[in-house]
């Protein structure tokens, strides 16, 4: 009886709470003179609501923690560079939504897994590592949350916002978030590419992501019925590129064949894009070219300040990349000059540059807005 008594005393707190954030005929998720909350990470005035984000490992930052899987960060050196240490980033430091968190004035997005009361305020991530736009994908990691699992945790975390703040609020508010999409990457690492997968045998490579896209503009929809209006997605990256790959032949090379296996995803999300933008009312939706960062990234990287564009700096064996940053392993002391933090993810140095190019990019890189724009209309 206790318990239920100081559950209900919670509640009845976090709802009070809530209205008091509302006074004065405030928005739900505030902006516009009237946040909701004054804790802004960037140090600025709040340029959106709130950000939701959905995708994998790229942007995880601890949903995985708690499930019975083998795709998890939350243990040194991961973070290592992060003030709260590991949490759960498949990073030494910053991902890249934390950058663009921070450029539109909000404070750090919290887990899914961890977000509660006020906190969601400011937006949910429910990014996991290992997860794809199809359920099948990642299964070799066992516990992850597919993307379609990802949208039903946000319509959870509507209900509860909607429950305790009204749906006009709610409504109102939504249509003015920004909502991040990092997905795909697995679908070609922990799935095409995988030998105890039967995809590679069942699809070509443009027949594969004519599959991929297909069903992610369908959970786009969703999104965009349960409310969303401005939506930033990530293409893929040059993928065959990384440590993981590069470990697998002697010649230290970019795997070609890995890099156009995607090509067909880029491309076909780019024309969904398009295609959404002009058949869904009020929707906009932007693609960054992570590809093209990448590649330029890698051709440049001097210029950069970078110096390792081969290997991790947390890994073992060939390129840093036949096995991924293990529990204490000791990392690279220069890590602001590597590209690569471990056998798949880039560091923090790259999450930054690439976060700031989204934000503040010209078409060549994030199309047909940045993200500073995206959130301006």
């Known amino acids: 009886m206790a318990n239920i008594f100081f559950r209900i005393i919670f509640s009845f707190l976090i709802v ?46 601890g949903n995985n923690n708690n499930l019975p899987s083998f795709a998890k960060a939350n243990y040194y050196p991961y973070g290592i560079d992060f003030n709260g240490g590991p949490t759960g980033r498949f990073s030494n430091g910053y991902t890249m939504v934390d950058e663009i968190a921070e450029l539109l004035g909000l404070p750090l ?12 305020l400011h937006g949910v991530n429910y990014a996991s590592a290992a997860a794809g736009i199809l359920d099948i994908t ?28 009204g749906a006009s609020d709610v409504s109102n508010a939504i249509a003015r978030c920004i909502f991040f999409v990092g997905m795909g ?12 997968y039967n995809t590679k045998n069942q699809y070509n490579a443009q027949q594969y992501a004519d599959l991929l896209v297909s069903e992610y503009s369908r959970q786009l929809t969703t999104l965009y019925n349960l409310g969303a209006r401005k939506f930033v997605l990530a293409g893929l990256g040059r993928m065959g590129c990384i440590p993981s790959i590069l470990a697998q032949n002697q010649m230290d090379r ?13 491309a076909n999300v780019k024309t969904m894009i398009n295609n959404l933008n002009a058949n869904l009312p009020g929707a906009r939706f932007t693609f960054i070219d992570i590809a093209r960062m990448f590649e330029d990234l890698l051709t440049n990287y001097r210029s950069y300040g970078f110096s390792v564009i081969d290997r991790g700096c947390c890994g073992i064996g060939r390129n840093g990349g036949q096995i991924t940053c293990l529990p204490f ?14 056998a798949f993810h880039p560091t923090e140095a ?7 190019k989204a934000f503040y990019g010209d078409q060549s ?3 047909p807005m940045n993200i500073q724009q995206l959130a301006s209309f």
């Open 16 to 61: 009070m709470l809530l209205l008091l954030l509302l006074m004065n005929d405030k928005v739900a998720l505030g902006q516009d003179g009237d946040p909701v909350g004054s804790t802004q990470g960037g140090g600025g005035r709040e340029m959106v609501p709130a950000l939701f984000i959905f995708g994998d490992s790229l942007i995880d930052n």
């Open 109 to 120: 997005i919290p887990a899914y897994s961890e977000a509660s009361g006020a906190q969601v």
């Open 138 to 165: 990642g299964r070799n990691f066992v516990g992850r949350i597919p993307f379609d699992q990802q949208i039903r945790n946000f319509q959870n975390t509507l209900d509860q916002v909607t429950d305790n703040l």
């Open 185 to 196: 990457s697995n679908d070609y690492l922990n799935n095409y590419l995988m030998p105890n």
């Open 254 to 266: 970019c795997s070609e064949e890995v890099n156009q296996l995607v090509m067909p995803f880029n």
């Open 329 to 342: 392993q000791t990392p690279c002391a220069n890590r602001e000059e590597y590209v690569f933090w471990d």
């Open 350 to 356: 790259v999450n930054i540059m690439f976060g700031r």
């Open 365 to 367: 890189v994030v199309y």
